[in-house]
Structure formats: structure tokens, C-alpha cells
């Protein structure tokens, strides 16, 4: 953590910023609250998917459906028919490209 002496030796008095300075430092700022709020809203998508992919599992998979008919998707808007093999053993997919086997 930060001693007090080394947040003081990196504070800027703003009063003392000419007009091209303090535009530079908006748009710093900016750049930095949209990437942010981009990144938090990446993250709640992907905790959603994965509340999603749990309640489906345990609400939505049992033995009983296993060698049924199903749709699987291959991306958003394309499904191909198939058949659950194993009811047991289920790959959920929690986003950005990772997967996590439901045992």
C-alpha cells in the first residue's frame, strides 16, 4: 500500500493545470470510466450466463432425459439436433471461453 508521502508526491493541484492539461486529463479519465464500466458489464453478462447454466442444470438435467432427443447450440442462432449420452457428466460452458464439467 501507498504511503502518505507517496500519494502526496503524486497529487496534481487541477488549479494549476492550463486548459490543454486538464482536457488531456478528462479524456484519460473517460477512456478509464469506459473501460471500466465496459469490463463491469462483461463481468455481471458472464455471471448471469453462469447463474443461467447452473439453475438449467440443476433444474433442467436428469437421468430421465438422458438419450432424448435435444438441441444443441453451435452459436447463438444455430442449433443442431443430438442426444444427452450422459446425464451424470455435463460440460456447462460459464463463458469467455471456459468450460466446467457438472460431475
Partial sequence: ????S???AHTVDLT???PQQLSSVKKRLDDELEHL???FTK?????TK???CLTSIREGISSRIA?????VPLTTSLYVPGN????ENIMVDVGTGFYVEKA
Fill in 50 to 52: 453462469f447463474r443461467e
Fill in 43 to 47: 463481468l455481471r453478462a458472464a455471471q
Fill in 67 to 71: 438419450g432424448k432427443p435435444l438441441l
Fill in 1 to 4: 500500500m501507498a504511503s502518505t
Fill in 37 to 39: 464500466t465496459t469490463s
Fill in 16 to 18: 494549476s493545470l492550463s
Fill in 84 to 87: 444427452l449420452a450422459d446425464a
Fill in 6 to 8: 507517496e500519494a502526496q
